[in-house]
């Protein structure tokens, strides 16, 4: 199974580093990493999508985690209300009569063309999972050239001010 944490450390040298290490060490997978730095700029926030098979190694992970001195804290989204988003930006093949169904695809999920030449277009979405998933298959449809996307973003609910607290100390 799939879980998401967030994770604010130190915005230092080598944090990144030490953090993958702890996950390659134990055979943990990331599926998903991003990181930047929050208001504060020696802090970064860091989103981790890992496979765990169950709660056990979860917490495995977690208390390894809080074992790094860099890090702040850690909060796990599997069981809280979140919302989490992912961007990705495609080259898409498209022609002028494809602008209508193309822009007909972006009237159902948070996506536009940003860049157009010739016969090709750069789209860029942003969504969950599953709209990222269900807009890659419609984009399928013109010919996908070229694909990148981030990993997954994940922010509290509002009303769950754990996070949020957090970031105001500092």
């Not at 765990?52 to 917490?59: G, H, I, P, Q, R």
């Not at 209300?81 to 093949?93: C, G, N, P, T």
């Not at 969504?127 to 070229?146: H, P, T």
């Amino acid at each position: 199974m799939r879980h998401t944490i967030s994770v604010l450390v130190e915005n230092k040298f080598g944090v990144l580093a030490r953090i993958a290490g702890l996950f390659s060490a134990r055979g943990y997978n990331i599926a998903s990493l991003a990181v930047s730095e929050t208001l504060d700029p020696a802090i970064s926030y860091m989103t981790i999508v890992v496979e765990a098979k169950d709660e056990k190694v979860l917490e495995q992970i977690k208390k390894q985690l809080n074992k790094l001195i860099d890090v702040i804290t850690i909060t796990d989204f599997t069981k809280k209300e979140h919302v989490d988003r992912e961007l990705i930006l495609a080259k898409v093949s498209y022609s002028a009569k494809d602008k209508t169904k193309l822009e007909n695809i972006f009237n159902k999920y948070v996506g536009k063309i940003i860049q157009r030449k010739g016969d090709i277009a750069i789209i860029e979405a942003v969504g969950d999972n599953q709209q990222i998933r269900s807009l890659l298959e419609e984009l399928n449809k013109f010919g996908i050239q070229e694909l990148v996307r981030t990993g997954k973003l994940a922010i509290g609910a509002i009303g769950d001010a754990s996070q949020g607290d957090t970031l105001r100390r500092f």
